[in-house]
């Protein structure tokens, strides 16, 4: 099956300028995830989507990053506008939904953002 | 939330069996534990998950005592390509299927020929 797709591959922006990440997630995943990958560290969730729906956005900076997910397919991931410091992978996931059950969740290759 | 406390790094050759444990003294009754592999400029994948006792795949073991407060992920036979930092996570069914996909700092493995 087709794996979580996200573009674009990499992108360089200036600071203060504004930027936009695409995800599309394995077809039929109702569960979609944005994280930010800072180098060496792990990765950090920034919002949960079930569906069209927020789950969690409680570490999203939402002075600065907005994230939409309207048809409960695929998602975009915003900065507006960028700092120094979003310099960092941001990684799309997605999983499957099933009540009373964990189900592994699949990664995209990410989207490498440097700010400069 | 429970929180996971790995060790940084490890290191191992070839061939070697690699057991690297997880702590989560707060696990929730719900939680359910889970192992990612990532590799450099890769997204983290998925590796295995267990609720209690030992669950077996093709890729690895996960021993999980009694009491739930810790859990061991074994590598049979590492090789090379095993390099990795490998990630534990606990999270509960609630939010969605992952229930919360928190990622601690995860554990850098090095495997040596």
């Known amino acids: 099956e087709a794996g979580v797709a996200q573009s674009p591959r990499y992108k360089i922006i200036e600071k203060r300028q504004s930027v936009a990440f695409w995800c599309n997630p394995i077809?039929?995943?109702?569960?979609l995830y944005w994280y930010q990958q800072i180098l060496g560290q792990g990765p950090k969730l920034l919002i949960q989507?079930?569906?069209?729906?927020?789950?969690?956005d409680s570490q999203l900076p939402k002075d600065r990053f907005s994230a939409e997910r309207l048809k409960g397919v695929d998602s975009t991931l915003k900065i507006q506008p960028a700092k120094l410091e979003d310099s960092a992978v941001y990684l799309c996931?997605?999983?499957?939904?099933?009540?009373?059950?964990?189900?592994?969740?699949?990664f995209g290759q990410g989207t490498r953002l440097t700010v400069v | 939330l429970a929180k996971t406390t790995q060790p940084i790094s490890m290191d191992s050759y070839e061939g070697q069996e690699v057991n690297i444990t997880c702590s989560h003294n707060?696990?929730?009754?719900?939680?359910?534990i889970t192992w990612y592999q990532q590799f450099p400029s890769q997204g983290p994948r998925f590796i295995i998950q267990?609720?209690?006792t030992k669950v077996t795949n093709e890729v690895a073991s996960l021993f999980i005592p009694a009491d739930r407060k810790s859990s061991t992920l074994s590598l049979p036979r590492v090789s090379l390509s095993d390099t990795a930092v490998y990630y534990c996570?606990?999270?509960?069914?609630?939010?969605?299927?992952?229930?919360?996909?928190?990622f601690g700092k995860g554990t850098k493995l090095s495997v040596k020929p």
């Open positions: 996931a997605s999983s499957l939904w099933r009540a009373g059950e964990n189900t592994e969740a699949f």
């Open positions: 077809s039929g995943h109702a569960t």
């Open positions: 989507f079930q569906n069209n729906g927020v789950v969690d």
């Open positions: 707060n696990i929730a009754t719900n939680d359910y």
């Open positions: 267990g609720y209690k």
């Open positions: 996570l606990v999270g509960d069914e609630e939010k969605g299927s992952q229930g919360n996909l928190i």
